[in-house]
């Protein structure tokens, strides 16, 4: 293991991450603060980047430029590494539960950094579990002016008071002039649609697609190569519902920067890669074949000018969004992007001894609960006995109380699509199932 050199009198920067797109959101938001010293931190849990993942990911940031401000660690070795690197500010950048996993162990350092943590890509609706276990954070860092109020109204609502900060979405860079390109593509999401029949039905319209015109590409873009993993656990995969499509269409691993270099137009469910071509002047179509409802994550984007059908996807009727909408959703003024800002005052504020430690309590379920917790983040990659047994014993419960947690939480949320919020219970059931599966192998 290896440890960065000596100390630099500016303020240090420490992403910690593990997930393709919570590595690729980390690198790039800090890589766009000035004059800091950072490093990226990747930790070895079951959604941990392959190197081919994590080349993608740092793509076009400084840390690309410089592999050793990116070090691999095991959960064990993470609190030694932060003793001895004492950062001012550290990034958690994972999913809820791996958030709250890093926060406990922040919580053991003698020098506490200022903890920010955050969300990858588009957030509507505001998620009570995405805010419920970021709350021991000193600032929470999302990407809209109406994502801000939503969650800071979810924070009343659930008296979870974190301090919410606006930053432009890091990898969304603006492009002036840009050369038309002619590739269809598209951006595929491993959870939406979920439902077999429909993702089979997105593949159809692919194939439609390329058939309608044999001289241009539709290139399907996927975040992971067979045997890696991302941030969320995909089924039914695009290369298998297209394993005889046209040559024309083909499947790509490279960055979506990459890709939209090349595209006509980008077409997705409700993927944050939406507002990244956007931003590079290429045009979008949010299918909504389906439908405009929460379980698609695509309520955002209602009124947008973006939304279109299978014909218009194979007919390639790209749009570009309503200026309205843009405004209020991902592209407002720069200027109004004062995360950092915000951060380095609450740098100041620690040093002076005057922001207090927002320390994760001890679960209810006392030891074997917080084991629970920890083996659902680790997997295989906990070797105690305590988050085995924990595996073993605590997993069956979970799963029966998130499935009644989630029913009367359907029942008892208000529409998403009106207030920009849900009170519904942030799911677990895929996060207990990666552990029942953990279980079976080790």
Known sequence: MTFPGSRSPRLRVVAIGDADSFVKWAAHLIDRVDDVSRHLLLVRTPLAVSDAQKDAAIAGTRFA??????????????????????????????????????????????????????????????????????RHCDLMVVHSRREVAAYARLGRAIGATVPVALATLPFAHRSADRAGGTDLVFAAQALVPSAREDRRRIAEILRLAAVADPLRRVV????????????????????????????????????????????????????????????????????DTFGVHADLLNGVFAESGLLGG???????????????????????????????????????????????????????????????????????????LTGRLAGVLVTPVISALTALKRRRGRADAPDASAVDLTLAPSPLAESSRRLAGSRVRS
């Open 65 to 134: 430029g410089d592999p050793r401000s990116v070090t691999r660690v095991a959960f064990t070795e993470v609190t030694g590494w932060l003793a001895r690197d004492m950062p001012d500010v550290v990034v958690l950048a994972g999913r809820a539960p791996f958030v709250r996993l890093m926060s406990r162990e922040i919580d053991r350092l003698a020098r506490r950094p200022v903890v920010v943590s955050g969300l990858p890509g588009m957030s509507i609706p505001a998620l009570r579990g995405a805010l419920h276990y970021r």
């Open 310 to 384: 299978a014909d218009d996807v194979v007919a390639r009727r790209f749009r570009h969004p309503e200026p309205r909408w843009a405004s209020t959703n991902y592209f407002h003024d720069p200027r109004d992007s004062r995360w950092w800002e915000q951060a380095q005052r609450l740098v100041a504020l620690r040093r002076r001894g005057m922001l207090p430690a927002r320390t994760v309590p001890r679960a209810r379920g006392g030891a074997l609960h917080e084991a629970w917790h920890r083996r659902n983040v680790l997997g295989d990659e906990d070797r105690t």
């Open 220 to 287: 399907v873009k996927l975040r992971s190569r067979p045997g890696e993993v991302e941030a969320h656990q995909e089924r039914d995969g695009y290369t298998q519902l297209l394993e005889n499509a046209p040559e024309n269409l083909v499947f790509s691993f490279a960055p979506m920067s990459e890709a939209l270099e090349t595209a006509e137009g980008l077409v997705t469910v409700s993927s944050t890669a939406a507002i990244e071509a956007m931003a590079a002047g290429v045009p979008v179509i949010v299918l």
